[in-house]
């Protein structure tokens, strides 16, 4: 069904089906504005407001002429005469009009009013439209300025400050005069504590009504303003010294500590935001400071997209320990976590890498285990997680694993809020049923327990049973709102207690501080996880010894807290909340500017060694700030750190079964972030931002490797192929070059030679005019393999041999080894499919030897399983075994499942030839577990060639013994079906034993 849509709010547009629809004069236009507004209209009311100085014949001669117009541009019959005198448009057309859409609901669709009601439209020598176009304009405009003034009344009352005052100003720029708006404003500056900002607003009001009306503000205006003349002048009062007072929770603090002291269990604590799971952290942290080395690691909500963050802080303070106590490193961790997370000098540089293999979860608990174990022979260890609700899934994977191994050595404590969560349901479920993890639920105090608090803490004198009823009611037992209003009753102006909601009492926190301490407060208020010494005093132009010494009073006021790393300081908030009502507090103005300086400042500091952390804070900066282009921009470059493209960074990896569980991030999240970045380019394009081709290049590539990877094939070659026609319409050679190898990968993918040669051939011609070295010597690997899948064995291994010459005029590069190690293998497999499998042999120990040293797994335990195919087709079945076996131990520190069924088939012929049948049938029933998710024909044919070497090797007893529930058709029908699947020109080996 054809669609049309009417926008008359703003400059009136009429779209068909997504399409602009142009008509030769406005009166059309007026036309069907006046029926989108109306249910039905007559021909005459329609003709007199158009042509109200026509006679009546030919008012009418124009309105049919319109009418004709009107359908002969719109293509089809959307106005009809269902009688004759009237007119309506076509109910059966699909007709959406964004002013009838709002006057019928406007509460849910204020939104839609963009702006005036035909804003700029007129008519010629028309005052009946004009009177038409006064009376609509004020319609909606009254009805939008009433309804947007309630609703951000109410977002007043419930706090909800997200773009408020954008949305107050908009209203006061409607009706500068609507006194409503500036107590709006005014009440909102005092909510968040800038008085100075209701006296501006108020003299702004009082000016504009004095010389525009000859008016004053009246006495509710007028109450707001005097009332911020007082509490400026609270301003100029002593500062008091504030401390933390703790109250209760004796049970939960004798629970845990005992616990941790006695038992093999850790503790997990939760409860609502304000509840007092972070000061009972600190009770706890104390009460083993002298005995105990206590690593605190913090989640945030803006980095739980962002995998493995958490376990790469604790990775770098491990790290710090094992130098500071002097503890060897354990092997594991030098061969893992120092390649997962090379830098540890200060875990804001740690980083993942663009890992050269995809490492599982049980690598990475295993050293970390090793680790912790050797640190807890020398002290005991505590370590803690705060805000776990924030740690993303493959963190969660790893901490549960790490938790298990530890029972008994080490004890964990770990914060939560009450949140919906599955991959943290998954992980306490897990290590409760295993009886390592204890829950511990913090409730909100009763009016018992509140009073205890309040008399433990308040001066008797301010303290009467009013008061405490009061408090109470207000903090409804919640020990933050509790800790507020004692600091309000320690001051010397409890009366404000009986005055102010709960934020009011987390205003006064702020009230004694001066003018550059809370310019601090604004500053760190802006990153969500903690503020750099350095970045603090660049901002604010004071040094940071002058910082420090303004940070001494916040922290004594418990307002934040200093991190101490190993070559800097980091701020933070003692409290989430605090951090969100400073920052909500400040105009939005603002926060763009210094959102964009301290990307800009960050950016400056961005050394070569690009983090995917850096990437992350600064697209969260540069979004904050409005700079859509720059936050696209280290978003892409993010996700560019985050996947592991092991079949492109290996050029081994060229064909695979693919894990369907990405390590660092679950492909829905992945495809959402491109939706959204998607979205966000189409933005740039429409507002001419230049040099967006390049970011959609970047883009493009991303988005069609990954689909690829994930057989997405479609979508992704849809996505590669643009890439492809905007680097050659820039001249883009080096992109070109990529996007051309990114097809050439996914010919190989789904075996397809034909179409790989164009390929080849145009990237070879690309790279010879680059004059670059390594990727010419990658492409002629490439056109080798080609040949290799055609069949022309000789032509292949010319190819192969000039890759390897062409590799090695640069031998010192670690990803020319590899690349020379492909194109070796390649060689080795051509000389088996010949039948010199000595030869070939030979030729894959030297791969092997060369490889070892190196963190290429995957690689390398392909290189094995093909030297143990040649080791079987010698007979030597005991050197294949051991060489099996240390393959599938690669396996174990992988995620990766490329190969893996043709290793397991081939470990079940070894063990039957060997008649060890328990252990053949073990490999074989591996190999099936992962038959239903093979992509790989050759994979697939080799298990059924196992299937029929055992139907024809072993007897029926024997079958219906080890084999009865896995083998249930006769040998020629395995036969065939291997046939069907492997690979004439690179199978030769297994087809000629089914040929026998």
Known sequence: ??????????????????????????????????????????????????????????????????????????????????????????????????????????????????????????????????????????????????????????????????????????????????????????????????????????????????????????????????????????????????????????????????????????YLVYGEVGIGKSALKRIIVDYFSDEAITIEVYCYQAERDYSLRPISVLASKISKILDDLNIPVPKAWSETISKLFPSFEDYEDTFILEIRNSLNFDVISKAIVDALTEIAKERRLLIVFEDIQWMDAASLKVLTSVILRLKGIVNFYMNSRMSSNNDLDSFIATLVKYDVLERVELERFNKEDTSKFLEGAVPKENLNSEVIEKIYNESEGNPLFISEYINILKSDDADLLMTQEIMDSINSRFTYLSKSERDILDIVSYFYDEASLNIISEITGQSELEVIGLIENLVRENIIKEIEHKSSIGIVFTHSKLREYIYLSQPNSKRRVIHRRIGQIMEENLNEKKDVYAYSKLSYHFNMAGDLKKSIKYEILNLKNYFNFSHELFPTYEESDFSEDEVFMSKDRIRILFRDLESNLNTLRRQNYQDVDNLEIEFYFLKGRFLIKYGFYEEGLKSIKYVIKKTLELDDKINLLEAYKQMIFYYIQINDSSNMIEYINLALDLALDLDNETEIGVILRLKGLYNFMSGDFDEAKKYLIKSIETLESNIFSEDNLVAINASKNYLGEIEFQLGNYKLAEEIFSDIVSNTESSMALTSLSVFLINKGKALYAMNDIDSAIKTFIKSESLYECSDNLWKRAVLDSYLTLCYMKKSKLDEAKLYFDNALIYFDSLKDPRSIGTLYFTNYILMISLDKNTINKYFNTLLDNDSEYYKNKALEYLDKNRDGYEIDILNI
């Open 1 to 266: 069904m054809d669609k049309i849509e009417i926008t008359l709010f703003g400059n009136p547009q009429i779209f068909l089906n997504g399409e602009a629809v142009l008509f030769p004069y406005n009166k059309i236009n007026a036309l069907i504005y006046l029926l989108a507004t109306k249910n039905h209209a007559t021909r005459d009311e329609i003709a007199n407001i158009l042509w109200p100085d026509e006679n009546e014949k030919i008012a009418k001669k124009n309105l049919r002429n319109a009418l004709y117009q009107a359908k002969k541009n719109m293509g089809i019959e959307f106005i009809i005469s269902p009688k004759k005198s009237f007119l309506e448009l076509n109910p059966d057309v699909n007709i959406v009009c964004d002013a009838t859409i709002f006057d019928e609901n406007p509460e849910d669709n204020l939104d839609l009013y963009s702006g005036e009601f035909l804003q700029g439209f007129f008519v010629k020598d028309s005052e009946p439209f004009d009177y038409w176009l006064t009376k609509m304009r004020n319609h909606f405009n009254d009805k939008f300025v009433n309804i947007s003034y309630q609703k951000l009344a109410l977002d007043l009352e419930n706090e909800n400050f997200e773009n408020f005052e954008n949305n107050i100003n908009s209203l006061i720029s409607i009706d500068e005069y609507d006194e409503r708006s500036y107590r709006l404003l005014m009440n909102f500056y005092k909510k968040t504590n800038r008085n100075g900002k209701v006296i501006e607003t108020y003299q702004k009001l009082n000016n504009l009504l004095q010389d525009e009306l000859g008016v004053s503000p009246d006495n509710e205006t007028k109450r707001l303003y005097e009332d911020a003349l007082q509490r400026i002048d609270l301003n100029t009062k002593t500062k008091s010294e504030r401390s933390e007072y703790f109250y209760g929770r004796e049970s939960e603090i004798e629970k845990i500590t005992n616990g941790i002291v006695t038992s093999e269990k850790s």
